[in-house]
């Protein structure tokens, strides 16, 4: 053999720093991926060919491999023997003279039981399987490559036992069938990064639809909830339809599918082509006016082109993603909604950026460290005001340039700026000073466009000076001074209105004023009068137990129960029957207040607590267990059960319901009552 071709393989736990970025000297372009999930052993194993071209003279590559067994691995046929598969912990990377070539071809067979970014839950009688690659890198269970700026067409197929639907990135192509098993092959076609490879594998059923332009959208939903589908995809091709058109650019991939699991780690996930969602969204027609998936939906969708078609080079640049996708999902919403809705929705944004200005925690948007709260609604107020500033139709003009020339490409936020420069033919320098590189507000400005809504222009007088005011003369008040009835706009003016009258129960329209908020059928004007129950409406606080939402129906159970004991029992037997949203925030707060009602259905209590505590166990979502561990730690009803539920959660894959449980489970372990049974459970669990 030619010297020339032998390769001299070292495999070292080494992390490339980003001034030395590999794509400056190989591109890997393509990606077969065929893997075998076992849900029995929660293991994925299976095989990755890379195709790669090395742009320039190179002595090495590598290959993020964090924790896989590597077992086998071979560069254009040459098989590796000097790998040890079981000492992969880090970066794989292979030592050669590598000169610059096309169409080479990496191989490497492997073996991994993940411990992040691929997640085998249990749900029923079957276990979901799905990933979440952004911030816990594909690179735990694929071998592949964490730099955002190494764009791959990742082409994945994926065997598992024939009960199970599976979703991945791109199109369908082949189903194959054996005994027991399915073979599904996608086929992606287009460049992605890594952390937007996905899958999810589980028992569901699906609603086709088509958009406007001619692309499948495909809407999945668990067997048991067919009822669920309309209320929680509700707008979703009118959003589909209204993006490709305000956006200008058509959607960039083959189809768009969504899908729901138990436990998701955040509210969606914007995976190429595939939406991964909490299924704490698959909401029925009473939880639509609360808690719906509509923004999550459009947001999601939105990345579709800013995430996923155009990716932000790195963390300095995250507006590029989330400020869009913010800004595009309130256009959409605003498209469905109103105007109203578009501008309340930016007032709240700036008020919960005044708030994290207050406690000196702002920062300049292009800060890679800035919070959430500034990458999404800062980037989104930053939007709405380039496009006030330099005019529509320049703005969506320089938006479609920019997608068209980064098309499945890395961007920085002086390739946008230069678009829009571009453009409108205005130097934008004074615009990136002040909402780029300030972590100081204009807030001027932003009050000053605000007050373009006479909803918000409202808001903004009532804070500064009294609505609720009239004249007087010898006689007494001045009838024609008295506000007489609540405004007819949007709902926040009438809570504006009704929060200073509840301040002035004298003001002579009071009743009137809160009584035409009771006759009202606004439900968030009936859901904050639920919130306050005002003195001196006891039978008209009541009817808000029946009214269409389960916020209003848990406001007023506890706010009833607590304002008047003796009718406990009375509100109690007429929310029995209420379960609530997919959390059940009602359910669990009916039977809490049940077992502090002493004089209703005693008999029951041990019926109560063991229902309560059936919702702690992880055959629930972490929301429903949540609820219900903190209601049982408000009670101090801890039994057995539900303290190994709790110590079971102190061990969950979602960091937030983790937390929770860790610090409960630290602060009744220091509890003189519950100190010996813990520390006896958790060494009996260590035994099994």
Same mark, same amino acid.
């Given at each position: 053999?030619?010297?020339?071709?032998?390769?001299?393989?070292?495999?070292?736990?080494?992390?490339?720093?980003?001034?030395?970025?590999?794509?400056?000297?190989?591109?890997?372009?393509?990606? =077969?991926? =065929?893997?075998?999930?076992?849900?029995?052993?929660?293991?994925?194993?299976?095989?990755?060919?890379?195709?790669?071209?090395?742009?320039?003279?190179?002595?090495?590559?590598?290959?993020?491999?964090?924790?896989?067994?590597?077992?086998?691995?071979?560069?254009?046929?040459?098989?590796?023997?000097?790998?040890?598969?079981?000492?992969?912990?880090?970066?794989?990377?292979?030592?050669?003279?590598?000169?610059?070539?096309?169409?080479?071809?990496?191989?490497?067979?492997?073996?991994?039981?993940?411990?992040?970014?691929?997640?085998?839950?249990?749900?029923?009688?079957?276990?979901?399987?799905?990933?979440?690659?952004?911030?816990?890198?594909?690179?735990?269970?694929?071998?592949?490559?964490?730099?955002?700026?190494?764009?791959?067409?990742?082409?994945?197929?994926?065997?598992?036992?024939?009960?199970?639907?599976?979703?991945?990135?791109?199109?369908?192509?082949?189903?194959?069938?054996?005994?027991?098993?399915?073979?599904?092959?996608?086929?992606?076609?287009?460049?992605?990064?890594?952390?937007?490879?996905?899958?999810?594998?589980?028992?569901?059923?699906?609603?086709?639809?088509?958009?406007?332009?001619?692309?499948?959208?495909?809407?999945?939903?668990?067997?048991?909830?067919?009822?669920?589908?309309?209320?929680?995809?509700?707008?979703?091709?009118?959003?589909?339809?209204?993006?490709?058109?305000?956006?200008?650019?058509?959607?960039?991939?083959?189809?768009?599918?969504?899908?729901?699991?138990?436990?998701?780690?955040?509210?969606?996930?914007?995976?190429?082509?595939?939406?991964?969602?909490?299924?704490?969204?698959?909401?029925?027609?009473?939880?639509?006016?609360?808690?719906?998936?509509?923004?999550?939906?459009?947001?999601?969708?939105?990345?579709?082109?800013?995430?996923?078609?155009?990716?932000?080079?790195?963390?300095?640049?995250?507006?590029?993603?989330?400020?869009?996708?913010?800004?595009?999902?309130?256009?959409?919403?605003?498209?469905?909604?109103?105007?109203?809705?578009?501008?309340?929705?930016?007032?709240?944004?700036?008020?919960?950026?005044?708030?994290?200005?207050?406690?000196?925690?702002?920062?300049?948007?292009?800060?890679?460290?800035?919070?959430?709260?500034?990458?999404?609604?800062?980037?989104?107020?930053?939007?709405?005001?380039?496009?006030?500033?330099?005019?529509?139709?320049?703005?969506?003009?320089?938006?479609?340039?920019?997608?068209?020339?980064?098309?499945?490409?890395?961007?920085?936020?002086?390739?946008?700026?230069?678009?829009?420069?571009?453009?409108?033919?205005?130097?934008?320098?004074?615009?990136?000073?002040?909402?780029?590189?300030?972590?100081?507000?204009?807030?001027?400005?932003?009050?000053?466009?605000?007050?373009?809504?006479?909803?918000?222009?409202?808001?903004?007088?009532?804070?500064?000076?009294?609505?609720?005011?009239?004249?007087?003369?010898?006689?007494?008040?001045?009838?024609?001074?008295?506000?007489?009835?609540?405004?007819?706009?949007?709902?926040?003016?009438?809570?504006?209105?009704?929060?200073?009258?509840?301040?002035?129960?004298?003001?002579?329209?009071?009743?009137?004023?809160?009584?035409?908020?009771?006759?009202?059928?606004?439900?968030?004007?009936?859901?904050?009068?639920?919130?306050?129950?005002?003195?001196?409406?006891?039978?008209?606080?009541?009817?808000?137990?029946?009214?269409?939402?389960?916020?209003?129906?848990?406001?007023?159970?506890?706010?009833?129960?607590?304002?008047?004991?003796?009718?406990?029992?009375?509100?109690?037997?007429?929310?029995?029957?209420?379960?609530?949203?997919?959390?059940?925030?009602?359910?669990?707060?009916?039977?809490?207040?049940?077992?502090?009602?002493?004089?209703?259905?005693?008999?029951?209590?041990?019926?109560?607590?063991?229902?309560?505590?059936?919702?702690?166990?992880?055959?629930?979502?972490?929301?429903?267990?949540?609820?219900?561990?903190?209601?049982?730690?408000?009670?101090?009803?801890?039994?057995?059960?539900?303290?190994?539920?709790?110590?079971?959660?102190?061990?969950?894959?979602?960091?937030?319901?983790?937390?929770?449980?860790?610090?409960?489970?630290?602060?009744?372990?220091?509890?003189?009552?519950?100190?010996?049974?813990?520390?006896?459970?958790?060494?009996?669990?260590?035994?099994?």
């Amino acid at each position: 053999m030619n010297i020339k071709y032998i390769l001299i393989v070292l495999i070292t736990f080494i992390s490339f720093s980003a001034e030395a970025q590999q794509t400056e000297y190989v591109d890997f372009t393509k990606a =077969e991926v =065929e893997i075998y999930i076992d849900s029995d052993k929660k293991e994925v194993r299976g095989s990755v060919i890379y195709m790669f071209d090395i742009l320039k003279e190179t002595d090495s590559i590598f290959v993020d491999v964090k924790n896989i067994i590597v077992d086998y691995k071979d560069v254009n046929g040459f098989e590796q023997l000097n790998l040890n598969g079981d000492s992969i912990k880090n970066n794989g990377i292979i030592k050669s003279n590598f000169k610059p070539s096309l169409n080479n071809k990496l191989t490497i067979n492997f073996h991994i039981n993940p411990k992040k970014a691929l997640y085998f839950v249990d749900k029923d009688d079957f276990t979901q399987v799905w990933t979440q690659g952004q911030g816990k890198y594909t690179s735990n269970w694929l071998p592949s490559i964490d730099d955002v700026n190494d764009k791959i067409e990742f082409d994945l197929t994926i065997i598992t036992n024939s009960e199970y639907q599976v979703l991945s990135n791109g199109k369908l192509v082949k189903k194959e069938e054996f005994k027991g098993y399915n073979r599904w092959r996608f086929d992606m076609q287009k460049p992605m990064s890594s952390y937007l490879v996905a899958l999810a594998i589980g028992k569901y059923s699906k609603k086709e639809l088509t958009s406007k332009s001619g692309i499948p959208i495909e809407l999945y939903y668990y067997l048991e909830d067919s009822a669920k589908v309309e209320p929680t995809y509700r707008y979703t091709k009118q959003m589909f339809d209204f993006l490709e058109e305000e956006i200008g650019v058509p959607y960039p991939w083959q189809n768009y599918k969504q899908v729901p699991i138990k436990d998701f780690l955040y509210s969606g996930m914007e995976n190429t082509s595939l939406t991964i969602f909490s299924d704490d969204f698959m909401i029925d027609n009473t939880s639509f006016v609360d808690k719906n998936y509509v923004n999550v939906n459009a947001h999601e969708l939105a990345h579709q082109w800013f995430g996923d078609f155009v990716t932000a080079t790195e963390g300095k640049h995250h507006w590029l993603q989330e400020g869009f996708a913010t800004y595009y999902a309130l256009l959409a919403e605003r498209d469905i909604f109103g105007d109203d809705y578009y501008y309340n929705t930016l007032y709240d944004y700036a008020k919960e950026l005044i708030e994290q200005e207050q406690v000196d925690e702002a920062t300049p948007l292009l800060d890679p460290k800035a919070s959430s709260t500034t990458f999404y609604k800062k980037g989104a107020w930053a939007l709405h005001i380039l496009k006030e500033k330099v005019g529509e139709q320049a703005f969506k003009r320089a938006v479609i340039n920019y997608l068209n020339r980064f098309a499945y490409k890395n961007v920085e936020t002086q390739n946008f700026i230069s678009e829009v420069e571009k453009a409108s033919g205005q130097d934008l320098s004074s615009f990136e000073k002040e909402w780029l590189l300030s972590s100081t507000l204009p807030l001027e400005k932003m009050r000053a466009t605000l007050k373009k809504n006479e909803g918000i222009a409202f808001l903004e007088t009532i804070e500064q000076a009294p609505y609720l005011s009239y004249r007087t003369d010898e006689s007494g008040y001045v009838p024609s001074s008295l506000v007489m009835e609540l405004p007819e706009g949007y709902y926040t003016q009438r809570i504006a209105v009704l929060n200073e009258a509840l301040k002035k129960p004298d003001y002579p329209t009071y009743k009137d004023l809160i009584t035409e908020a009771f006759n009202s059928n606004d439900i968030k004007t009936r859901q904050f009068l639920a919130q306050r129950i005002p003195e001196g409406f006891k039978a008209e606080n009541e009817t808000l137990l029946q009214d269409k939402s389960y916020l209003t129906v848990e406001y007023a159970l506890m706010n009833l129960w607590s304002k008047f004991p003796k009718d406990r029992s009375k509100y109690l037997e007429a929310t029995k029957n209420v379960v609530g949203f997919n959390d059940k925030n009602v359910r669990t707060l009916w039977l809490a207040l049940a077992l502090l009602t002493p004089e209703y259905s005693p008999e029951l209590d041990n019926n109560f607590l063991r229902e309560l505590t059936n919702y702690s166990s992880s055959k629930y979502g972490f929301q429903t267990r949540k609820n219900a561990l903190a209601y049982i730690n408000n009670l101090q009803v801890f039994n057995v059960d539900s303290l190994l539920n709790l110590i079971d959660a102190c061990s969950h894959h979602n960091w937030w319901f983790k937390s929770f449980a860790q610090d409960l489970l630290k602060s009744l372990s220091e509890d003189q009552k519950y100190k010996s049974i813990i520390s006896n459970l958790q060494e009996q669990l260590k035994k099994e």
